[in-house]
């Protein structure tokens, strides 16, 4: 299994500029999470999603927009970058039993000049 | 409002001695809480869980103990070595929501 993987690894973007972050998990998990994570800030959520077309708002979706159309893909929008959206994005899935282990992707590093 | 505090931003031990690293927590609902280990450039790996209806788990070289009534959780790591040089978060859910909260992290270097 792959596990979690995310592309790109790295991107420069410009201000005003769009992309798509790219997660995808082989694991059949039913929970999929995107996290941002700033330098000594931790582990923000961005979004959610519990299952195949259904998504959540977490702690800070302002400037982000996500889908859920399959149970292996949960793709992060950015769609006017700006600086503040300089960060670490990580991708994350977990079957949702008792345990709740995450399983993180790699991390996309993404600045914004 | 933190909701999960990890107040050592850093810790520095000798190989061979214990690690401890420490973890509060403000929300009474929380109940269940997790431990992920950070390399640089690597996504977090879950180490190890515990949840509020026990106060120890132990799993090889870690154990994490719970104290509910002073909202505070410890990971002890015996003995330390040197691949133990990580960010380690901590990171509590409740009721079965599935989010979790995380700490800010707390690196730990063992030196050799």
């Known amino acids: 299994n792959a596990g979690v993987t995310q592309t790109p690894k790295f991107r420069i973007l410009k201000i005003g500029q769009s992309m798509t972050l790219q997660c995808a998990q082989d694991m059949n998990h039913n929970y999929m999470y995107w996290y941002r994570q700033d330098p000594g800030m931790g582990l923000k959520l961005i979004y959610y999603s519990v299952g195949a077309g259904i998504t959540d708002k977490g702690e800070v979706p302002n400037g982000y927009n996500v889908s859920r159309s399959t149970t292996e893909d949960f793709p992060l929008r950015l769609e006017l970058a700006a600086p503040s959206q300089t960060s670490v994005y990580f991708c994350?899935?977990?079957?949702?039993?008792?345990?709740?282990?995450?399983?993180f992707g790699p991390g996309t590093r993404l600045t914004v000049l | 409002d933190q909701q999960v505090k990890q107040n050592s931003p850093s810790l520095s031990v000798q190989e061979g001695r214990i690690s401890i690293l420490n973890c509060d927590y403000t929300n009474s609902m929380f109940d269940y809480f997790l431990w992920y280990k950070k390399y640089p450039a690597e996504g977090p790996t879950f180490l190890i869980s515990?949840?509020?209806?026990?106060d120890k788990n132990e799993d090889g070289r870690f154990t994490v103990f719970l104290n509910k009534s002073a909202k505070h959780l410890s990971l002890h790591i015996v003995p330390s070595q040197p691949g133990d040089s990580a960010v380690y978060f901590c990171a509590a859910e409740s009721g079965g929501s599935y989010i979790p909260t995380f700490g800010r992290g707390t690196s730990l270097i063992v030196h050799p």
């Open positions: 994350a899935s977990s079957s949702g039993d008792s345990y709740n282990e995450q399983f």
């Open positions: 515990i949840s509020s209806i026990k």
